[in-house]
């Protein structure tokens, strides 16, 4: 089955202690889009401006990836300027042009709004709601979103969050949204909420999956040495993850833990190469050389 | 196989969010101890003062701790006095009073001079060093220190780290240590030093075995959710792995990863309770169900 992607399509302008590049492609759209594509098909819903040309979306259609959901404005497209530290866990914003996302409306074809696996990546909540209602037959869907969000819109968040399957959050998104300081009860509280299940991306230690039942699974990252950009780690994630699940279709315990494999292993690999550069250029072989890695990591 | 633990024991005024005892039984030695005598035969040196009474000894000896190691001098005992935050990854040290502790030199016994399993715990180098020069027949030694000795005395640390067999450090100190943020690396580098292993504690991150031919084990912490008081968890850890290990004899890659899982799970119960009080009625059948629920949490 194949996957819709809403969220942002972006340029980038990125520094790490290492290197510094101007306006990459980037965005959660690209990012997801490019790692569900590994898996099954995929359509994307975005806003782009006059500076994303024909050569951009050949990038995303040479991974047939759909995107006849990528409106083109007039004006700049989104663009977001980071710097990392020594410590890439941790990076400041130098800045944020929002250009035509400001106005950003998603616009669900009546072909799209047929998907069943849908992959809310990090916008306005309200938007997201917005598509929720668009769809017809979903089946499963994943929600994604940022510190601002919980800050601002908490009570839109809210009830996106009654709406959807999974919400997928890192920790610090966690703790902030619950305001529990552990994170297990932290991810409990907000399955309350209405989420069958809830996803913490906790970076370099791994990535955690709470459900119904008492469900528990908890897996290490792979031990990746050499971290060249750690963006677009966390999308690359889910749209692995919701990839995965579209492709196996069945939504059941072992698939769900497979998926949170797969998520981690296709972020490790998103975060040895600058940009999407290394995302880009894996295939399946790549991704089950780490799956066995990882399964040997944890087992005693 | 039996232990030799060399450390602290202390009185501890603990606070937390939720609770406040003053001069509670603490110190590495003990924790280490009471956990390392869940798999096997104990015994400890260490100083203590006139405020160390009988009583005390007993809540020891119950455990079969061998405590003959142990010198009661003029004076108090090591004082701790330490503040949880309501994120209770995070304290602040209130107090410390060294006390007897200030003029602590380890004197090994000619019985304890034969042990082959040592666990340094958190002491001065210059004084761990004085025990390993002290040892007859190691077979396995087990080093732990602190921000405050990696700060300080990073060179005699080094000498240690030169010696033992393993690292025992939490995901701080080995950034501090190596001064490289990606942990994996950090450890690596430390390795570099001398020790054949590392380990990395990271809290409820779980723990990480970093050793030769590119071995790496991570495992998640049990899913502690009523955590009430982290107080000794990493001695505890530390106790359990080594006194898993010298009750397996062989220091092979399997007991060194099940020591790990053990380590976790051992320190998953001190931290549900205030001190040693749950740490000290625990059993191996409570031991062994965390071990398969760990199990469970990471098969995929």
Redo the contacts between chains.
């Keep these: 089955m194949s996957v819709l992607i809403v969220g942002s399509v972006a340029f980038d302008t990125i520094e790490t202690p290492f290197e510094r590049r101007e306006r990459v492609l980037g965005g959660s759209c690209t990012y997801s889009a490019i790692a569900a594509s590994l898996f099954t098909d995929v359509s994307i819903v975005a806003v782009v401006g006059e500076d994303f040309k024909e050569e951009h979306f050949k990038i995303l259609t040479d991974k047939k990836i759909d995107t006849s959901g990528v409106k083109r404005e007039k004006g700049k497209s989104f663009f977001w300027e980071g710097r990392y ?5 941790l990076r400041d914003t130098i800045k944020t042009e929002l250009n035509v996302f400001e106005n950003f409306e998603p616009v669900i074809s009546d072909e799209h709004r047929e998907k069943e696996f849908l992959f809310l990546a990090n916008i306005d909540p309200v938007l997201q709601m917005k598509v929720l209602d668009s769809m017809k037959r979903l089946k499963f869907s994943l929600c994604d979103t940022m510190n601002l969000w919980i800050e601002i819109k908490k009570k839109e968040l809210i009830q996106v969050f009654k709406r959807v399957d999974c919400v997928v959050l890192n920790d610090f998104e966690v ?1 902030q949204f619950s305001g529990v ?5 932290g991810a ?1 509280e907000i399955r309350k909420l209405g989420p069958k299940y809830v996803i913490i991306k ?1 970076g ?3 990535a ?1 999956l709470i459900g119904p039942e008492g469900l ?5 990252s792979y ?3 050499n ?1 060249i950009d750690p963006t677009g780690a966390g999308d690359s994630f889910a749209g692995a993850f919701i990839g995965f699940l579209a492709k196996e279709k069945n939504i059941d315990e ?1 698939n769900l ?2 998926a ?2 797969y998520g981690n292993v296709v972020a490790s690999y998103t975060v040895e190469g600058f940009g999407i550069d290394r995302l880009y250029n894996i295939n399946m072989n790549d991704i089950n050389n780490r799956i066995n890695s990882i ?1 040997k ?4």
């Design positions: 530290h020594m410590d890439m866990n703790r300081p552990n994170l297990i009860l409990r906790k370099e230690h791994g955690t528990y699974f908890s897996i290490p031990p990746v040495e971290v072992r833990k497979k949170i494999v399964k990591c944890v087992e005693f």
